[in-house]
C-alpha cells in the first residue's frame, strides 16, 4: 500500500513538473513572438494553417491595413506577408506586419488566390500532388 | 461546497450588490466574443467596479489602468445587472470551482438568471455576413423565452467546453436559471462583428438599448488591441479542448 502510495505521488510529482515545463515553454514563445516584434518594429499576425483536401488555406488576421498594401509572394513550400499596419484610434506610429510561414506541405504557386476580408487575409493554394494514378478494380 | 473550493475560489464584494440581478459573464473564448460583448456592455451602461474574484490559481499579476490598481476578474454592477470580465483566460485547474463558486454566489444573491456569452467556432466565418445567434437555456423555460425573440436559433447539438459549460451544467444541477448566447464566429480571431449580433440579441431579450454602432466602427481597432489575449486564450482553449465545438456528440442517445 506505502509502495503504491510512493509510486502515485512520483507519478503527480512527474505529471506536474511536465506541466510546469510546458507552461515555461508557452511562456518563452510568448517572450519571443514580443521580443522580436519590439525588435523589428513590427507585428507578427494571429494565423492558421490548415489543410482542406486538396488545398492548403492560409488565415491571417490583420486589421488595419488595404488590400492593395498586402505585399504576399509564395513559394512552393513558404508564404510571405508584409503589410502597413495604421492604428488611428490610439494614434501609434505605423506598423508594419510581417509573416513568414514554412507551409507543411508544398504547392502549386501559380495557383494561389487570396482575400482579404474584414481584416482578414485568406490565402488558397492547391497542393502539389506528386505519385501516378493508380487504377481501382 | 466542499471547504477546499470556498478556499480556492472567493468572491469578494467591494459595493454592495443587490438581490435579484441578472449576471452576465464573458470570459475569454472563442473570438473573444464573450469579453467583447461584456466590456462593451459594461462601457456603455456606465457600470462601475463592484467586486472581484481572487484565488490562489490565478496567474500573480495585477492590472494597471490610469494609475489604479485592478483585479484580474472583475465584477462590474448597474442597475439590475452584473457583468463579470476576466482579463486572463480562465486558467483550467480553476474552470470547475470558478463556476461552481460562480453558481453558489449567484444562488445566494438570489440573482435571475445568469447569462453566458461566447463565440460558437465556425470555420466559415469569413463567408458570413451577418452571424447566426444561438441560445440554449439551463431548463425548458429560459430556453423558450430565449426563443421568443426573431432571429435566435436553438443550440441542439453539439459540446459546449470551458466555463460556459460548466456554469450551464452547474446551474442545471443547482435548478438555478442559466442561458447561454452563442454567435457564430473566427475560432482563434478576436471577433467583433460576432460580438455586435450578440450584444443586438441582449438588447431586446433584456429590454435595454445598445448603440453598437461605436464598436463596429472600433472594430479594427479592437482586434489589434485583443491580439494578445487571443493568443494567450488560444492556448487556453487547447487545454479545455474548445475544438470539440467543433465537432457533434459521438453517441445516439
Redesign the interface.
Known amino acids: 500500500m506505502a509502495y503504491r502510495r510512493t509510486l502515485w505521488k512520483i507519478m503527480l510529482d512527474e505529471f506536474k513538473r511536465i506541466e510546469q515545463e510546458l507552461r515555461n515553454l508557452?511562456e518563452e514563445f510568448?517572450m519571443r513572438?514580443?521580443g522580436l516584434e519590439a525588435m523589428r518594429g513590427c507585428?507578427t499576425?494571429?494565423h492558421?494553417v490548415y489543410e482542406s483536401g486538396d488545398e492548403l488555406i492560409i488565415?491571417a488576421?490583420m486589421?488595419?491595413t488595404d488590400k492593395e498594401e498586402i505585399d504576399l509572394t509564395v513559394g512552393e513550400d513558404y508564404l510571405k506577408i508584409e503589410a502597413p499596419?495604421r492604428?488611428?484610434?490610439?494614434k501609434i506610429r505605423e506598423g508594419k506586419y510581417m509573416l513568414h510561414v514554412r507551409l507543411p506541405v508544398e504547392i502549386e504557386p501559380e495557383t494561389v488566390r487570396a482575400?482579404y476580408?474584414?481584416?482578414?487575409l485568406?490565402v488558397i493554394a492547391k497542393k502539389k500532388i506528386r505519385g501516378i494514378k493508380i487504377k481501382v478494380e | 461546497m466542499p471547504e477546499e473550493l470556498e478556499d480556492l475560489v472567493r468572491i469578494v464584494e467591494v459595493e454592495p450588490i443587490k438581490e435579484g440581478v441578472i449576471i452576465i459573464e464573458g470570459f475569454p473564448d472563442v473570438g473573444l466574443v464573450g469579453t467583447i460583448a461584456a466590456s462593451f456592455l459594461t462601457d456603455k451602461l456606465q457600470m462601475k467596479e463592484v467586486g472581484y474574484v481572487e484565488s490562489d490559481v490565478l496567474p500573480p499579476i495585477i492590472s494597471v489602468k490610469n494609475g489604479k490598481v485592478l483585479d484580474l476578474i472583475r465584477l462590474y454592477g448597474g442597475d439590475n445587472i452584473v457583468v463579470i470580465l476576466s482579463e486572463i483566460p480562465i486558467p483550467l485547474p480553476m474552470v470547475r470551482p470558478l463556476s461552481q463558486k460562480i453558481i453558489e454566489w449567484a444562488i445566494s444573491k438570489k440573482a435571475k438568471m445568469i447569462v453566458s456569452l461566447t463565440g460558437m467556432p465556425e470555420p466559415g466565418r469569413l463567408n458570413i455576413d451577418v452571424p447566426k445567434v444561438y441560445v440554449l437555456g439551463s431548463n425548458d423555460k429560459i430556453s423558450q423565452d430565449a426563443l421568443r425573440i426573431d432571429g435566435v436559433e436553438a443550440f441542439t447539438d453539439g459540446y459546449i467546453t470551458g466555463v460556459k459549460g460548466m456554469i450551464l451544467r452547474e446551474s442545471i444541477r443547482k435548478d438555478f436559471n442559466a442561458l447561454l448566447i452563442l454567435s457564430q464566429a473566427h475560432f482563434n480571431y478576436p471577433d467583433p462583428g460576432s460580438a455586435a449580433e450578440i450584444l443586438k440579441y441582449l438588447s431586446k431579450l433584456l429590454s435595454i438599448s445598445i448603440d453598437i454602432k461605436p464598436l463596429l466602427e472600433s472594430a479594427e481597432e479592437l482586434k489589434l488591441r485583443l491580439r494578445d489575449l487571443m493568443r494567450r486564450t488560444s492556448q487556453a482553449m487547447q487545454d479545455v479542448q474548445k475544438s470539440r465545438e467543433l465537432e457533434l456528440p459521438a453517441v445516439y442517445l
Open positions: 508557452e510568448y513572438i514580443k507585428i499576425p494571429l492558421n488565415t488576421d486589421p488595419g499596419c492604428s488611428p484610434a490610439r482575400r476580408k474584414d481584416g482578414v485568406e
